[in-house]
């Protein structure tokens, strides 16, 4: 079984900060990983994946994510926040079958 | 690519009558999801095809919905009869093996 844990559903941070956003996936076989964006009334938008190779993964936007397996853990990062960057934010865990587990979602907010 | 199309964008019906949500996902692709959004429970896998055959609808809450994939290119979701309590965002997503979800923009649903 496999399932997914966002710590955090509302995070806040000023323009030009970090932005971190924590996932921890539970899987029985390697994983594949995921991280969408939602913008208000779109649909989901793939910011980037990971499914085997180098562990640092970089995406759409300026964000990238680290995969460690020893910490269970595949959290989002983005040097320095723009407010286009506010949305909801998806981690996401799946295996070969093709079938992906989103978590709760993060929402981000981005103080000027 | 026109990316996953669903229709329509937004649907308001009186409790009891029968609702039907369509898809059509990215050509070339073999899979299909069926997912709900509501505040409360996020999103939820309702149902996935692989080749138009269904393969999970373990997450279909209960009788009155149903889903079929006539062939590759057209899905739907249907409600019958439709409940209050079935009011959400359905979302239509596709993907080939080994990619990442392309999602729809989804099915506002109001049901009165």
């Known amino acids: 079984a496999q399932s997914v844990t966002q710590l955090g559903s509302h995070v806040s941070v000023s323009e030009g900060a970090l932005v971190l956003l924590r996932c921890n996936y539970s899987?029985?076989?390697?994983?594949?990983l995921f991280w969408y964006v939602q913008y208000p009334n779109q649909g989901l938008q793939l910011l980037l994946k990971?499914?085997?190779?180098?562990?640092l993964v970089k995406g759409i936007n300026g964000f990238e994510a680290e995969f460690k397996k020893s910490e269970t853990s595949f959290h989002l990062t983005k040097p320095s926040a723009h407010m286009s960057d506010a949305a909801e934010y998806f981690c996401?865990?799946?295996?070969?079958?093709?079938?992906?587990?989103f978590g709760k979602g993060t929402r981000l907010h981005i103080l000027p | 690519d026109a990316g996953v199309i669903q229709s329509p964008r937004h649907e308001v019906t009186e409790m009891g009558q029968e609702v039907t949500l369509r898809c059509k996902p990215i050509s070339g692709h073999d899979y299909l999801f069926w997912y709900r959004q509501t505040m409360m429970r996020g999103l939820e896998l309702l149902i996935y095809f692989n080749n138009n055959v269904p393969i999970d609808d373990s997450g279909m809450p209960e009788d009155r919905f149903s889903a079929k994939m006539p062939n590759a290119s057209f899905s739907t979701l249907k409600i019958q009869p439709s409940e209050p309590r079935d009011s959400a965002v359905y979302f239509c997503?596709?993907?080939?093996?080994?990619?990442?979800?392309?999602f729809g923009s989804g099915t506002r649903l109001t049901v009165v």
């Open positions: 996401a865990v799946g295996g070969r079958d093709d079938k992906i587990i």
């Open positions: 997503a596709s993907t080939k093996t080994g990619y990442g979800y392309t």
């Open positions: 990971y499914t085997t190779g180098a562990t």
């Open positions: 899987s029985s076989v390697p994983p594949y």
